[in-house]
C-alpha cells in the first residue's frame, strides 16, 4: 500500500485524506477485529482458571475498559475528526498547515494516553504476557491475541500522532522513548 502513495496528492496513503483512509479502514478494522477475539474468549471464560480469580477478574474489567475507550475514540475520529480533515485536505487548493484547532486533537491524545495506560495494565496483570506451557492452548492464543492488539494500537497511536496530526494541526506528538507519547508544540 505505502508503495503507491509518495505523492502529494489528496489520495497518497502519506496525505491527510490517505493516512485517514489508512487508520479506519485497515487500523481500526484490525484493532477490532482482534478486540474480539479477546472478548469472545473472555466472555466464554468469566474466570480464567490459569491465572488468580483477583487477576482474572481485573484483566476482564480493564480489558473492557480498554475496549469502551477504543470504541469511542474510533466513534470520535470517523464520525467528526476524519470527515473534517478528508473535507479539508480533498479540497482543489492546498490548506494552510495548523487550519483544524489542536483542541480537538488534545483530546485525542488524551485518549490515546489512556489507552496505552490500559494497555500496559494489562501487561503488568498478565506478568508481561509470560505463558506457562501448562496453560490451555485457548488462553495461549488469548495472550498473544493480546500482545497482537497491544502491537496494533501503539502502530495505529503512532501514525496518527506522529504522521496525521502534525500535518493538520501544525503540531507534533513524539516518543519520548517511553511508552508514553507526549504533546509538543512546533
Sequence with gaps: MFVKGWDDSPYSVLSPVGLCNLVEFEYQIEIRA??????????????????????????????????????HLFLKETGIVFP??????SAVEKPAAGCLDTKV???????????????????????????????????????????????????????????????VTGCHFSDTGSNDLTYHLN
Design 34 to 71: 482482534s478486540c474480539r477475539m479477546i472478548e469472545i474468549y473472555l466472555s466464554a471464560h468469566p474466570e480464567i482458571k490459569e491465572v488468580s480469580i483477583a487477576v482474572s477478574e481485573m484483566t476482564q474489567l480493564v480489558f473492557g475498559k480498554l475496549e469502551d475507550e477504543l470504541i
Design 105 to 167: 486533537f488534545e483530546t485525542v491524545h488524551h485518549t490515546h494516553q489512556l489507552i496505552i495506560d490500559l494497555t500496559q495494565k494489562i501487561r503488568v496483570l498478565l506478568n508481561n504476557y509470560a505463558v506457562n506451557p501448562d496453560w490451555s492452548q485457548e488462553w495461549t492464543e488469548c495472550i498473544r491475541e493480546m500482545i497482537a492488539l497491544e502491537n496494533k494500537i501503539f502502530l495505529c497511536i503512532h501514525v496518527e500522532e506522529n504522521l496525521l496530526y502534525p500535518k
Design 84 to 89: 473534517r480533515i478528508k473535507k479539508k485536505y
